[in-house]
């Protein structure tokens, strides 16, 4: 089985910094992707990870250790258009399909 | 590239009702996936295709449900007998057929079971 976590929800200050953590425990590893989902709208694809260490894109950056089963998502130099949930996923050894946490809900602050 | 596409947006339907769901993947990929999102969680795998073939079914779906890809191209969702623990977004995606290909969305299908 595939398990998923990450924190419920997060508030942060316009300008700021915030990091959503997201662990997992999965039969097998072919990837880990990061999803922003505005309310009422469909999940976006914001950054993949499948090897050790920091992709950078932007304002937005991921970080994966396959050993600890642990990424983060960071997000840089926060707008209030980043007001969302972000959503970690998984794709296992097996099949091909994406196992998503329960996502987590930011919110942006004058 | 005009994205994937799902109708209709909003559906609402009376328990034991049967519905049907429409999705249009982005044309040069050839996987496809169903979804369910309720408010507050993430979104749940409810099967996916490659080209016509069903590949995976998740193991929590009733057997109310039913999914196909005719052509490789288009895929339909069926509910029959809806109950009202069915109420949910169901979302479409799909891919390339590669790893690190990501999922692209369509905006769902919301569904209400009165």
């Known amino acids: 089985g595939q398990n998923i976590d990450q924190p419920t929800e997060m508030t942060a200050t316009e300008g700021a910094i915030v990091q959503i953590n997201c662990t997992y425990q999965?039969?097998?590893?072919?990837?880990l992707f990061w999803y922003q989902q505005h309310a009422g709208e469909a999940p976006t694809f914001l950054s993949y990870n499948v090897l050790d260490g920091l992709e950078e894109k932007g304002r937005f950056s991921s970080f994966l250790s396959r050993s600890k089963g642990y990424s983060y998502l960071l997000l840089k130099e926060l707008q209030m258009k980043d007001s969302a949930s972000y959503l970690c996923?998984?794709?296992?050894?097996?099949?091909?399909?994406?196992?998503f946490g329960g996502g987590t809900r930011v919110l942006v602050k004058p | 590239d005009t994205g994937v596409s799902q109708n209709p947006r909003h559906k609402i339907t009376k328990r034991g009702q049967n519905v049907t769901f429409r999705c249009d993947p982005i044309?040069?990929?050839?996987?496809l996936y169903w979804y369910r999102q309720t408010l507050g969680q993430g979104p749940e795998f409810l099967t996916y295709f490659q080209n016509e073939a069903q590949l995976e079914k998740s193991r929590l779906l009733s057997d109310r449900f039913s999914a196909e890809r005719p052509k490789g191209s288009f895929s339909t969702l069926e509910i029959q007998r809806t109950e009202q623990g069915d109420s949910a977004m169901y979302l479409c995606?799909?891919?390339?057929?590669?790893?690190?290909?990501?999922?692209?969305f369509g905006n769902g299908t919301r569904l209400t079971v009165t």
């Open positions: 995606a799909s891919s390339w057929g590669t790893n690190n290909s990501p999922l692209h």
């Open positions: 999965t039969s097998g590893f072919n990837g």
């Open positions: 996923a998984v794709k296992g050894a097996a099949g091909n399909k994406l196992t």
């Open positions: 044309s040069e990929h050839n996987r």
